[in-house]
């Protein structure tokens, strides 16, 4: 070995880097070259499959100092969950470059999430000079689409729905320029060559306008409602301080009282009408960009219908440049609210737009980029300092949620309502974006889609398909039409704790906390007010709240007196005289005997242990809310009415037994008839009804505690967005020694079901 001697500086090594993770579409190429030429390093990074692969060729140590300025510094969006180093023998390189992307068998790599715009876009496009001067669609490495555009991986121009817009020389020169931000930002456009925008009239015909935003922006102010395409679906907008308008809005939108999402231009407008804390400050801002829920002022100058008998508001700031644009001028705030007839997917495409929002838009500003894979705004709140998503889409789909272990891969398809799917694949869960209610064929087909389109860019297979032991849901009936594949039915309570564990990387006991609507139980009842002690694998129920009929089934769902009627008679033993508040009024007393009969006879009278049930009741016995127009709306404005300085609270009685203790709130109810009659106000009843849930809740946990030796409480289920409930329970806990484990990847609705019951499945398995 003469030649080693000679070798008196420089040691020449060269290094193959394998980085796993969402690394494509995120700058990483130009951050890799960037390195490599300020380490004075020779060799090449290419996208492939499984994400970025690296040769890297030079002197031993600046390789050293260039992998550790690459695990230290990666690109702000990126998110490193692996890199592997190995040692090649060097080829004499002396450039580095950027190669064209491997399109190779297996595709490991990930798509990232869609980008909010970023600050160095929007100096650019509200700067006369520059030329992106007001152009809607700029974008560069660090923001701007992705997993809408992306039609398949890797994740390159020709496979987006970009591949039609052919760049001009000016954006092919910076794309192509590794010192330029824009360096290989497979959306990059400006006006001369990429996507545009057009006004359409109210039946789809082009207006006569130069200038669309301008047009929209004068509609906007005159109070008209204008369709406006974004970045996953489109909008509706209207001025959110004209009252008028988002009335005429809620009118053609057939949509009474669910609160309307709005948009304001920054933090200062948003601190106008809501009150903003640190966190949610933080939340507002991220590149996410969901809707905030956050505290209304109480003086602002918000339009009544946008939130009507709401304490919140459901916030975003601005994420596409368009948005930027409409709210440069001088709205307190837009009204966004999804546009899709309600109950229906969002609509994506055009023509579709103009068809199926034909009636509810004066006009519409679309652009000619296509939105692929359509998705809905993220919405979130902070919750005992953490933020809680209660829907899951854009921003964070499809960032995968990391799991403690790998396993088989698995489908899971959720229940019913909100729905998403699951696939869980290695030791990463892939939850979907929220499809919706998958009660009809629109959404069904949706759900269809979105695993298809899963499959491909995770290049997943699964082996099993885990659904709801709902034999009607249309979901158990898609999992059921898949020939070959295993199908794994999973308890709805066991899936919501187990998605809670997966998310947390726990696999051992805990006691579940599993309060919800309805889910289907093993014994054929109707589920909803559950205390488990489950893991990953298994569950075991150890108390619920005790049986009450539902009269007429879900149609006591949408009419809480009905159910509250229930409880009464269980309450009072059948004695209504007994039972007489204002709210039995509104029956005639033919009805009121009818039901009680009904409820006597047991025909279609399901059993059910629902605690949002039991919050439903209470909302209408209060007079509070007597009708659900949207799934959750008594037990959410009840919670918006009971005083949070009140800390009283009602009796119950726990019955224990060796299967399952139950909960009996009879005696809680007949303390509420009397407090109504007395005239004690509905914010002091609802307070105490609150604080009563807390405290059995709290007793059940050291009962469990004692007899099983668990100190870890997960929460989930719809009923975990109560902020109080979660707010008082979780602070009990962690005073009497408890661990308590709350959503943070998933929604604890049942759109973060699928991935419990993908992670329970992968387990029996
Ligand atoms: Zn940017
Ligand atoms: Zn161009
Ligand atoms: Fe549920």
Same mark, same amino acid.
């Given at each position: 070995m003469t030649e080693s001697s000679t070798r008196t500086q420089t040691t020449i090594a060269r290094r193959r880097i394998a980085v796993k993770g969402i690394v494509q579409g995120v700058g990483f190429r130009p951050t890799v070259y960037r390195l490599a030429q300020a380490h004075g390093l020779a060799g090449w990074v290419l996208n492939d499959s499984t994400g970025v692969k690296i040769e890297i060729e030079g002197d031993v140590r600046a390789i050293e100092r260039f992998i550790e300025d690459l695990r230290s510094n990666p690109p702000p969006l990126a998110q490193v969950t692996g890199l592997a180093v190995q040692d090649i023998p060097p080829q004499g390189e002396v450039e580095f470059v950027i190669k064209p992307s491997a399109d190779v068998e297996r595709r490991t790599g990930l798509i990232s999430p869609d980008v909010a715009t970023c600050s160095d876009c929007l100096r650019e496009m509200f700067n006369r000079r520059d030329r992106?001067?007001?152009?809607?669609?700029?974008?560069?490495?660090?923001?701007?689409?992705?997993?809408?555009?992306?039609?398949?991986?890797?994740?390159?121009?020709?496979?987006?729905?970009?591949?039609?817009?052919?760049?001009?020389?000016?954006?092919?020169?910076?794309?192509?320029?590794?010192?330029?931000?824009?360096?290989?930002?497979?959306?990059?456009?400006?006006?001369?060559?990429?996507?545009?925008?057009?006004?359409?009239?109210?039946n789809g015909s082009p207006a006569r306008t130069k200038?669309?935003? +301008?047009?929209?922006?004068?509609?906007?102010?005159? +109070?008209?409602?204008?369709?406006?395409?974004?970045?996953?679906?489109?909008?509706?907008?209207?001025?959110?301080?004209?009252?008028?308008?988002?009335?005429?809005?809620?009118?053609?939108?057939?949509?009474?009282e669910k609160p309307f999402a709005i948009m304001s231009k920054n933090l200062d407008r948003v601190r106008e009408y809501a009150v903003v804390s640190d966190e949610e400050e933080e939340l507002l801002s991220s590149w996410q960009r969901p809707i905030v829920l956050l505290r209304k002022n109480e003086k602002h100058a918000v339009a009544p219908s946008v939130a009507p008998r709401s304490k919140f508001f459901g916030v975003m700031l601005p994420y596409s440049p368009l948005h930027h644009?409409?709210?440069?001028?001088?709205?307190?705030? *837009?009204?966004?609210?999804?546009?899709?007839?309600?109950?229906?997917?969002?609509?994506?495409?055009?023509?579709?737009?103009?068809?199926?929002?034909?009636?509810?838009?004066?006009?519409?500003?679309?652009?000619?980029?296509?939105?692929?894979?359509?998705?809905?705004?993220?919405?979130?709140?902070?919750?005992?300092?953490?933020?809680?998503?209660?829907?899951?889409?854009r921003g964070y789909v499809p960032a995968p949620i990391a799991l403690r272990d790998g396993g088989p891969i698995v489908l899971g398809v959720g229940a019913e309502l909100r729905n998403t799917v699951c696939i869980a694949r290695g030791a990463e869960a892939f939850l979907s974006q929220h499809i919706g209610d998958v009660k009809n064929f629109h959404t069904l087909?949706?759900?269809?889609?979105?695993?298809?389109?899963?499959?491909?860019?995770?290049?997943?297979?699964?082996?099993?398909?885990?659904?709801?032991?709902?034999?009607?849901?249309f979901s158990t009936r898609y999992a059921q039409e898949r020939a070959g594949v295993? *199908?794994?039915?999973?308890?709805?309570?066991?899936?919501?704790?187990?998605?809670?564990?997966?998310?947390?990387?726990?696999?051992?006991?805990?006691?579940?906390?599993?309060?919800?609507?309805?889910?289907?139980?093993?014994?054929?009842?109707v589920w909803g007010g559950e205390f488990l002690v489950a893991d990953t694998a298994n569950?075991?129920?150890?108390?619920?709240?005790?049986?009450?009929?539902?009269?007429? +089934?879900?149609?006591?769902?949408?009419?809480?007196?009905?159910?509250?009627?229930?409880?009464?008679?269980?309450?009072?033993?059948?004695?209504?005289?007994?039972?007489?508040?204002?709210?039995?009024d509104q029956f005639k007393e033919a009805d009121l005997k009818l039901l009680a009969q009904i409820l006597e006879g047991g025909i279609n009278t399901p059993e059910t242990s629902s605690l949002g049930r039991l919050f439903d009741s209470v909302s209408a016995m209060l007079g509070v809310c007597d009708r659900a127009s949207y799934e959750g709306q008594p037990a959410i404005e009840l919670e918006g009415v009971a005083d949070e300085a009140c800390t009283e609270s009602y009796d119950y009685v726990i019955s224990p037994n060796e299967s399952a203790s139950q909960v009996d709130m009879a005696q809680a109810i007949r303390r509420i008839v009397r407090d109504i009659r007395d005239g004690v106000g509905r914010a002091v009843i609802a307070a105490r009804f609150h604080n009563t849930i807390v405290n059995l809740s709290l007793d059940m946990c050291l009962r469990i505690r004692e007899k099983y030796g668990l100190g870890t409480v997960a929460f989930s289920g719809g009923v975990f967005q109560n902020l109080l409930l979660a707010e008082r329970l979780g602070g009990e806990l962690t005073r009497s020694g408890f661990e308590v484990l709350q959503h943070y990847h998933a929604p604890p609705n049942d759109g973060g079901l699928a991935l419990g019951q993908a992670v329970i499945a992968r387990t029996r398995i």
């Open positions: 992106r001067h007001r152009y809607p669609f700029i974008n560069c490495t660090n923001c701007g689409p992705r997993y809408t555009i992306i039609r398949t991986i890797p994740y390159d121009r020709p496979k987006t729905t970009m591949a039609r817009f052919q760049m001009c020389s000016k954006c092919s020169r910076e794309y192509h320029d590794p010192a330029n931000r824009r360096f290989h930002a497979q959306p990059n456009a400006c006006a001369e060559c990429g996507p545009s925008l057009t006004l359409l009239n109210a200038d669309p935003v +301008g047009e929209a922006v004068l509609l906007l102010h005159s +109070g008209k409602i204008v369709a406006v395409k974004g970045i996953g679906g489109f909008h509706l907008a209207a001025d959110a301080a004209n009252e008028g308008a988002v009335r005429r809005l809620r009118e053609r939108k057939r949509r009474e644009l409409l709210l440069a001028e001088d709205f307190l705030a *837009l009204v966004m609210t999804s546009g899709n007839p309600s109950d229906e997917p969002l609509t994506a495409d055009n023509a579709e737009a103009v068809e199926r929002l034909q009636g509810l838009a004066d006009a519409f500003l679309v652009h000619d980029r296509e939105i692929y894979v359509r998705t809905d705004d993220s919405v979130a709140r902070v919750q005992r300092g953490a933020r809680l998503l209660m829907r899951r889409a087909r949706y759900l269809e889609k979105t695993v298809e389109h899963m499959k491909k860019i995770l290049e997943a297979e699964p082996e099993a398909i885990a659904h709801d032991l709902h034999p009607d849901y295993k *199908l794994i039915g999973i308890q709805h309570h066991h899936a919501h704790i187990a998605s809670c564990l997966a998310e947390h990387q726990r696999d051992e006991d805990v006691i579940g906390l599993a309060f919800d609507g309805l889910g289907y139980g093993t014994d054929g009842k569950f075991r129920r150890v108390g619920h709240f005790k049986y009450v009929r539902m009269p007429g +089934g879900d149609a006591a769902v949408e009419k809480p007196p009905r159910m509250a009627l229930s409880l009464l008679l269980d309450a009072f033993d059948g004695d209504l005289k007994a039972a007489r508040i204002p709210m039995l």
